[in-house]
């Protein structure tokens, strides 16, 4: 049984901290992503996505704060592609709270999956998250209700999902926001969890 501790979470930041360090304009959509950067957690496919699709004019910029074996490559091909205006790999990162609560939106891409932690935690902020229906993530994301969720590894999809959530009202947003901190304090806050463990031990 996963669990979240939802204080962190729920603490106000200064939002314009990670948007100026990383130099992200007011006007740009804020598209995060946190974990390891290995093939499992699928981040090629968003380069094969900026590199491949069109967006219509709109304005983001993906940051993925994390580290791990591919993330030299993935930086070697953004510079090829001239990828560097559209998304950002940041390295490890000391506050995550700080970090999800400035972005617009989070996005999971991943291959292979258990039940990440990531993805609760950016609900738990409020998050409108995007992620692919690996492992865990099809348990915790209800489409359309408390997030949007597409076929792994299919990129076509993946690009569809993201246009949908780039042209969604602010009332649309707030919907899938409001619900995904519900379904995370219904379900997974460390609370929650701890009333289960004594169910079973009570058994």
Known sequence: LTGINLKPFLQEYDQSLIREKYNIKDDTILIGSTGRIVWQKGYDQLLSLLENYDFGGKIFHILVAGDGSLRNK????IGENKLESHITFIGNIKNIPEFLLALDIYIQPSITEGFPLSVLEAMATGLPVICSDA???????????????YKSQNINDLYENLCLVLSMTSDRLGHLSKKAIKTVQNKYSINHSAKQYEIIYKK
Do not use: D, S, Y
């Open 74 to 77: 993935f930086i070697k091909r």
């Open 135 to 149: 492992g865990g993530l099809k348990e915790m994301i209800q489409h359309l209700e408390n997030g949007i969720i």
